[in-house]
């Protein structure tokens, strides 16, 4: 699996977002000419954003396995600078991801029980087994913003 971050600057236009307990997902989010797909953004971070309002983001993008052998990508913001103020939440983020990873390994082990008679719960397990191999860059979301 593999992730990256991204540095993006420009007019924050919010899509529709879902409450999870430790987040916000954003189902889309542009930034100046940039679009995102499926963005998750922590309530420290979460409570900054406004739709219209110029600021500058940072995103890290983890690679994972969906249960029929695809990858899907997931982003989430650990930065936000706004009137030239950054506001990082990388341990927060961290927390999520972690718990977000297990809450998935095992709801992938359930449903691959449950469908083992139809071998589709094979795919199950070994995309369980395959999730803990992606992982958030924490030394490269350290490093920046500076």
Same mark, same amino acid.
């Given at each position: 699996?593999?992730?990256? @971050?991204? &540095?993006?600057? #420009?007019?924050?236009?919010? /899509?529709?977002? &879902?409450?999870? *307990? %430790?987040?916000? @997902?954003?189902?889309?989010?542009?930034?100046?000419?940039?679009?995102? &797909?499926?963005?998750?953004? +922590? /309530? %420290?971070?979460?409570? !900054?954003?406004?739709?219209?309002?110029?600021?500058?983001?940072? @995103?890290?993008? $983890?690679?994972?396995?969906?249960?029929?052998?695809?990858? *899907?990508?997931?982003?989430?913001?650990?930065?936000?600078?706004? /009137? #030239? @103020? +950054?506001?990082? %939440?990388?341990?927060?983020?961290?927390?999520?991801?972690?718990?977000?990873?297990?809450?998935? =390994?095992?709801?992938?082990? /359930?449903?691959?029980?449950?469908? $083992? !008679? =139809?071998? $589709?719960?094979?795919? =199950?397990? $070994?995309?369980?087994?395959?999730?803990? =191999?992606?992982?958030?860059? !924490?030394?490269?979301?350290?490093?920046?913003?500076?």
């Amino acid at each position: 699996m593999t992730s990256m @971050v991204q &540095k993006i600057t #420009g007019t924050l236009i919010l /899509g529709p977002a &879902k409450h999870e *307990t %430790a987040a916000e @997902v954003y189902d889309y989010m542009r930034v100046g000419a940039t679009y995102l &797909k499926h963005v998750k953004v +922590v /309530g %420290a971070l979460a409570t !900054l954003l406004r739709n219209g309002r110029p600021c500058t983001l940072w @995103v890290a993008t $983890i690679k994972t396995p969906t249960p029929f052998l695809f990858k *899907t990508e997931i982003r989430m913001v650990y930065a936000v600078e706004i /009137g #030239g @103020v +950054v506001h990082k %939440a990388v341990e927060e983020v961290r927390r999520e991801w972690a718990t977000s990873r297990t809450l998935s =390994f095992f709801m992938l082990l /359930g449903a691959g029980a449950a469908m $083992i !008679l =139809f071998y $589709i719960g094979l795919l =199950f397990w $070994i995309n369980a087994l395959r999730l803990p =191999f992606a992982s958030l860059p !924490l030394d490269e979301m350290r490093r920046e913003p500076a």
